[in-house]
């Protein structure tokens, strides 16, 4: 038997495959995670088209090939720790809880950080998640170092503070640009040399606080 969302979930998976989504984890988690039920039902239309959604409070949820693409090149394997910097609803949380070891996710707006906790545990997700309300825009170093770090925000620059918190061999993956576009930014720290490489083009939120685009 079918359950809710899953032949729509079943055209999301077809789709996120033709669009070069090849890591077979991110594929099973987003399969199995009930993507609906992190959009607040006021926005429940077309759920699993490849577009973002509002989900109140002048924030999105990313399209799904974003979420996936940006898991991918994370490179999890299962025993990471992650820090995510921007929860939202909590989606690609629960997408990064089921490839990772663990997460420590930051969320700027407190209502947002308490749904977020909130959808994760109705689902049973939250166990390897830290739920954090703040600003994250300089990481969260109490948890420091991270194996993978994902910005979900659009941010002027890099935060040094961000590459300090990886761990050697660690990925860092952020939007950086100006208010409306962005370059899609990945970051491999080798022992103390960083690469970094344009992966994609995107529009993200902007990133606020003190390394965002309202430092006062
Ligand atoms: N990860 C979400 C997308 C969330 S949109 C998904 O599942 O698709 C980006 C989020 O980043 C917004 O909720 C916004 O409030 C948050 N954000 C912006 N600046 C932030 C900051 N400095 N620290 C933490 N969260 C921030």
Redo the contacts with the bound molecule.
């Keep these: 038997m079918k359950t809710e969302g899953a032949s729509d979930r079943d055209h999301m998976i077809r789709l996120l495959r033709r669009r070069g989504i090849r890591d077979e984890r991110v594929i099973a988690a987003m399969d199995a995670i009930p993507r609906e039920q992190?959009i607040p039902e006021a926005f429940r239309t077309d759920t699993y088209g490849d577009h973002?959604i509002s989900?109140g409070?002048?924030?999105?949820?990313?399209q799904p090939w974003?979420?996936a693409f940006m898991t991918q090149v994370l490179e999890l394997r299962g025993s990471e720790r992650v820090l995510?910097?921007?929860?939202?609803?909590?989606?690609?949380?629960?997408?990064l809880a089921q490839t990772a070891a663990s997460v420590v996710t930051?969320?700027?707006?407190p209502e947002?950080a308490a749904v977020?906790e909130e959808n994760l545990r109705r689902l049973g997700l939250e166990k390897n998640v830290t739920f954090l309300s703040?600003?994250?825009?300089?990481g969260v170093p109490e948890h420091a170092p991270y194996d993978a770090i994902?910005v979900?925000?659009g941010a002027p620059s890099t935060p040094q503070a961000l590459l300090d918190q990886l761990d050697s061999d660690g990925r860092l993956v952020i939007p950086v640009g100006s208010l409306d576009d962005q370059e899609l930014r990945l970051i491999t720290r080798h022992g103390n040399a960083f690469q970094s490489e344009t992966v994609s083009l995107c529009r993200?939120?902007?990133?606020?606080?003190?390394?965002?685009w309202d430092p006062s």
């Design positions: 992190f973002p989900i409070f002048g924030q999105t949820i990313s974003m979420t995510e910097i921007g929860t939202g609803c909590g989606y690609h949380t629960a997408v930051i969320e700027y707006i947002l977020a703040g600003d994250g825009s300089g994902l979900a925000a993200f939120v902007p990133l606020r606080g003190s390394e965002g």
